[in-house]
């Protein structure tokens, strides 16, 4: 039987890592998982999971990180398909906030205890900051050749708007909207008004 490539080994060992992190927290939510948790679930020595991921901030980075690829991503290719209005643009941000919600992490975010914590990893990890401007680049690219960007917004700034809305909506959902109609109003009001031109302004 041919051996595992070291590469290969260590792949497979960090997606156990992450398997068991994904599993564990939601479980025994975030602020109680360990590292130490996470070598037992799997039987990998603590050493080696601490050779993968610095500490436990790092792993929860690297699942935010995947959550986005796997799940975000697609979601652009689908709107990237149409054509770029006001419309589709909100419709995009409330069908990302709805994957957002499915996300495992979400109800640990939601524990008072933890939600500093995690908007600190979101908006200060630059690896997440990065995907999250990878993520965003196709339809802000598009709507941009369109001539429906606000002039005069900095990319890196309107993803960073982006995302702290999507988190204050996950992680307080009835503050600024009390139901469907009143978070259709916001987004379109206050959130996608500030980024896309109407057609009478383009």
């Known amino acids: 039987m041919a051996k595992t490539s070291a590469p290969a080994q260590a792949t497979e060992t960090r997606e156990r890592i992450i398997a068991a992190a994904t599993e564990l ?26 050779k993968h991921f610095r500490n ?21 290719s689908k709107y990237l398909r149409r054509k770029p209005t006001a419309q589709r643009f909100a419709e995009l941000f409330l069908d990302q906030l709805n994957v957002g919600m499915s996300f495992a992490l979400v109800d640990p975010v939601l524990d ?20 999250l401007g990878q993520v965003w680049a196709p339809i802000l690219d598009k709507y941009d050749e369109a001539g429906l960007l606000q002039p005069g917004r900095d990319r890196a700034s309107i993803v960073r708007w982006i995302t702290y809305q999507q988190f ?29 031109r109407s057609p009478q302004d383009a």
């Open 112 to 131: 008072p205890s933890v939600g500093p914590r995690m908007a600190e990893l979101i908006f200060g990890v630059d690896a997440v900051l990065e995907t």
């Open 56 to 76: 436990k901030d790092e792993l929860i980075a690297e699942l935010i990180v995947q959550e986005l690829r796997a799940k975000h991503a697609p979601l652009m």
């Open 168 to 196: 204050w909506l996950v992680t307080h959902p009835d503050v600024l909207a009390k139901n469907e109609q009143e978070l259709d109003d916001y987004v379109e009001h206050y959130i996608v008004a500030g980024i896309v």
């Open 25 to 50: 927290i939601p479980r025994f939510t975030l602020a109680k998982v360990t590292m130490e948790d996470i070598a037992r679930t799997t039987g990998i020595a603590r050493q080696t999971v601490y």
